[in-house]
T-cell receptor, first 114, second 114 residues
Framework: GAVVSQHPSRVICKSGTSVKIECRSL??????MFWYRQFPKQSLMLMAT?????????EQGVEKDKFLINHASLTLSTLTVTSAHPEDSSFYIC??????????FGSGTQLSVL | EDKVVQSPLSLVVHEGDTVTLNCSYE??????LLWYKQEKKAPTFLFML??SGIEKKSGRLSSILDKKELFSILNITATQTGDSAVYLC??????????????WGLGTSLAVNP
């Protein structure tokens, strides 16, 4: 099956620093990538939809200046959490859409901001 | 308001039991309904349903969609402890500006006891 690689799997950083998370589709071209956030024992919360070559569409309540999304190619999207604070600590997951529109997920990134 | 509702939220069964998980939706511009299994990290894809009445099967798992009554069920027969997970339902649609979007249910937490 299709593979989506997400890196890093875990990051611990100090408050005020920025963290970049990468999401790559390894064996297919992903025209659309989605970024989610998940708190413990809760469902996935869509943060933004990223289409290759265009600006990401953010969900209501998600600060676009804080969560910078770049989808520069058909195989790579990045999420940068700028000036991270403890309340940004969460599990972030990306997913990519293949040509048959199935979604495949990355393995997730656990962010802990101290 | 678009929404996806899963039931039950939590279920505990014994090995060998058969379980039925429900997913109802109210979504405009429906394209497909997706089932995922989430264990410790990122969800893994189970089924994508687009047409009513056509059952999809994968081993002990099966799923069917009813687009008239706006729901889907996921059946697991002869459950095993390895089936213990959160099962997520999502509806894929097209919203304003031809943007693709997923709406997720809260999931059903299934625990299979030996």
């Amino acid at each position: 099956g299709a593979v989506v690689s997400q890196h890093p799997s875990r990051v611990i950083c100090k408050s005020g620093t920025s963290v970049k998370i990468e999401c790559r589709s390894l064996d297919f071209q992903a025209t659309t990538m989605f970024w989610y956030r998940q708190f413990p024992k809760q469902s996935l919360m869509l943060m933004a939809t990223s289409n290759e070559g265009s600006k990401a569409t953010y969900e209501q309540g998600v600060e676009k200046d804080k969560f910078l999304i770049n989808h520069a190619s058909l195989t790579l999207s990045t999420l940068t959490v700028t000036s991270a604070h403890p309340e940004d600590s969460s599990f972030y997951i990306c997913s990519a859409s293949s040509v048959n529109e199935k979604l495949f997920f990355g393995s997730g990134t656990q962010l802990s901001v101290l | 308001e678009d929404k996806v509702v899963q039931s039950p939220l939590s279920l505990v069964v014994h090995e060998g039991d058969t379980v039925t998980l429900n997913c109802s939706y109210e979504v405009t511009n429906f394209r497909s309904l997706l089932w995922y299994k989430q264990e410790k990290k990122a969800p893994t894809f189970l089924f994508m349903l687009t047409s009513s009445g056509i059952e999809k099967k994968s081993g002990r798992l099966s799923s069917i969609l009813d687009k008239k009554e706006l729901f889907s069920i996921l059946n697991i027969t002869a459950t095993q402890t390895g089936d213990s997970a959160v099962y997520l339902c999502a509806v894929d649609g097209v919203w304003a500006g031809n943007n693709r979007k997923l709406i997720w249910g809260l999931g059903t937490s299934l625990a299979v006891n030996p």
